[in-house]
Nanobody, 127 residues
Framework: QVQLAESGGGLVQAGGSLRLSCAAS????????MGWFRQAPGKEREFVAT????????YYADSVKGRFTISRDNCKDTLLLQMKSLEPEKTGVYYC????????????????????WGPGTQMTVAS
């Protein structure tokens, strides 16, 4: 089991920046592919970004490319999502998720591929 806990959400003005963190505990964080998903009110959960277990592969949703950066610190068992130039459309609950990694070249973008999920952190971008 891997336990995940997101933090760093809150209210930010449009155009602003925010960094989300996800602290992992339990089994080896460094052997898990990790990702971020977002769920806006009334909408389905959608993929945001993913990083392979060794940090060598990252992949982003088209809507966040160039604005969001996913990274990980396997020594600190922490996943990060740095967000800039935020828009109100990016409002939602952000979830950290993980699955045991395999091919470091694989980008996992489907929710069903992940076994572990955090409870989520709310981020609201005000216009």
């Amino acid at each position: 089991q891997v336990q995940l806990a997101e933090s760093g959400g809150g209210l930010v003005q449009a155009g602003g920046s925010l960094r989300l963190s996800c602290a992992a505990s339990g089994r080896s964080f460094g052997s898990h592919d990790m990702g971020w998903f977002r769920q806006a009110p009334g909408k389905e959960r959608e993929f945001v970004a993913t990083v392979s277990w060794n940090g060598g592969t990252t992949y982003y949703a088209d809507s966040v490319k160039g604005r969001f950066t996913i990274s990980r610190d396997n020594c600190k068992d922490t996943l990060l999502l740095q967000m800039k130039s935020l828009e109100p459309e990016k409002t939602g609950v952000y979830y950290c998720n993980g699955v045991r990694g395999a091919d470091p070249g694989t980008a996992r973008i489907a929710a069903y591929e992940y076994d572990y999920w955090g409870p989520g952190t709310q981020m609201t971008v005000a216009s």
